[in-house]
C-alpha cells in the first residue's frame, strides 16, 4: 500500500517559480495498477519522480507500507529506493550492453553472483516475452521490444512498485500492447503495485485498476475506474464510455429516457432485457455502445421506454447496480 499525502513541489522556472505539485493526495492497493493521467505540464512526472525518490518534495509524506520515505536518507534511503523499480521516460537502455546485459544492470550494482545473476536475468527476459533477444543490441530491437527489456531491467532487484513514466508515449498501437502486457503481468504474476505515467487513456482502458487525474498540479479525480464510469459526471466515464449520440426525435417517441451504465458480463448481457420483461415494458436502445474496461465488458446507452410501468423498470434497473441518468427528453425537454 502506498499513501501519497499532501505533496507539494515547485521549481525555479524560466519566468518565476513553478508549483509542480500543488497538495497531492494519492493512495494506491498493493498489487493494483494505477494510471495517472492529465494533460501536460499536470504535474505527472513530478509526481513520478518524488514517489521514485529520484526528486526530494517541498513538503508532504510518501509511505510504503506506513514507512515515509521522504523522511529517509543515508542506508535506508537506498534500500527504500530498491523497493521501487523504475521505468524512466524515452529510450533508457545502454547502446553498448546487449538486452541480457541491460536486465543484469541493477543486479551487478547489488553485488548478485554471476550464477544467480543469470538465471534471474533468464527468468526476467521470459517474464517479458524476449528471451530469443538475449544477445541483442538495443539497435537491433524495435522500440516496444526495448521498453519491455526497460521493464525486465526495472524488475530486476524485485521492487514491490514498479514505475514507469510515459511507457508507450512513442510507440504504434500494437507494440503498445506488447508493452501494457508486460506490465500486466508483472502485477498478475509477481503482486508488483504498478504506476503508470500516461497521457493516453487507452492505457487505462486496458490495465488500470486505478486512475488518478492530474491538473496544475492537483488531483482533479481519483479512484476505481470501474466506480468512475458510472458516475456520468467524471472525466473518466467522459473519456472512456462509448459517446451517445444525440437523436431528439428518437427520445420524443419514447415515454421515457435514460442513459444507462453497465458493468460487468451479468449486468451487460442480461439486465436490459430482464427489465422489459418483468414489467412488460417495451425498451429500445436508442444510442451508445459496448466497450471493454480490462476483462470488464463496460456499456453505456440510451435506452428509450414505452409503458405505464417504465418508471418502475428503470428504478428496478437501477437497484440491480446499474447507473441510470434520466434524461429530459426531446428538443423541448418534456419531461413526463
Ligand atoms: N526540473 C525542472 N525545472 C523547472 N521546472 C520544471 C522541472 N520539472 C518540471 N518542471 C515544471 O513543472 C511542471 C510539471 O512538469 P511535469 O511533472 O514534467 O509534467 P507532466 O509530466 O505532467 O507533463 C511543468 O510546468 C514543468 O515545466
Ligand atoms: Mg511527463
Not at 508507450?168 to 503495485?193: I, K, M, Q
Request: net charge negative; charged share 20%; aromatic share 2%.
Amino acid at each position: 500500500m502506498i499513501t501519497v499525502e499532501n505533496l507539494t513541489k515547485s521549481f525555479v522556472g524560466a519566468s518565476g517559480p513553478v508549483n509542480a505539485l500543488n497538495g497531492v493526495d494519492l493512495n494506491v492497493q498493493a498489487g493494483t495498477v494505477l494510471g495517472v493521467v492529465g494533460p501536460s505540464g499536470a504535474g505527472k512526472s513530478t509526481l513520478a519522480r518524488c514517489v521514485a525518490l529520484l526528486e526530494r518534495p517541498d513538503s508532504g509524506a510518501i509511505r510504503v507500507d506506513g514507512t515515509d520515505l521522504v523522511s529517509l536518507g543515508g542506508t535506508a534511503l537506498r534500500a527504500a529506493r530498491r523497493q521501487i523499480g523504475v521505468v524512466p521516460q524515452g529510450d533508457s537502455l545502454l547502446r553498448q550492453r546487449t538486452a541480457a546485459g541491460n536486465v543484469a544492470l541493477p543486479l551487478e550494482a547489488a553485488g548478485v553472483a554471476g550464477p544467480q545473476r543469470r538465471t534471474r536475468v533468464a527468468e526476467l527476459l521470459d517474464l517479458v516475452g524476449l528471451t530469443d533477444k538475449a544477445d541483442s543490441y538495443p539497435d537491433q530491437l524495435s522500440g516496444g521490444q526495448r521498453q519491455r527489456i526497460a521493464v525486465a531491467r526495472a524488475l530486476a532487484a524485485s521492487p514491490s512498485v514498479l514505475l514507469a513514466d510515459e511507457p508507450t508515449s512513442a510507440l504504434d498501437p500494437e507494440t503498445t500492447g506488447s508493452v501494457l502486457t508486460v506490465l500486466d503481468r508483472a502485477r498478475a504474476e509477481l503482486g508488483v503495485t504498478v504506476l503508470v505515467v500516461t497521457h493516453d487513456m487507452g492505457v487505462v482502458r486496458r490495465i488500470c485498476d486505478d486512475i488518478a487525474v492530474l491538473e496544475q498540479g492537483r488531483v482533479v479525480e481519483h479512484g476505481k475506474v470501474l466506480d468512475l464510469v458510472a458516475d456520468a459526471g467524471s472525466r473518466t466515464a467522459a473519456s472512456l464510455l462509448p459517446a451517445v449520440d444525440q437523436n431528439p426525435a428518437a427520445d420524443s417517441a419514447h415515454d421515457r429516457v435514460a442513459d444507462v451504465v453497465l458493468v460487468g458480463f451479468a449486468a451487460v448481457g442480461a439486465l436490459l432485457p430482464e427489465a422489459a420483461s418483468r414489467f412488460g415494458v417495451e425498451l429500445n436502445l436508442l444510442g451508445g455502445g459496448l466497450t471493454r474496461l480490462a476483462e470488464t465488458p463496460v456499456a453505456r446507452f440510451r435506452v428509450g421506454l414505452r409503458g405505464d410501468r417504465a418508471d418502475s423498470a428503470l428504478e428496478w434497473i437501477s437497484d440491480a447496480g446499474a447507473a441510470v441518468q434520466r434524461t429530459p427528453k426531446g428538443p423541448q425537454g418534456v419531461a413526463a
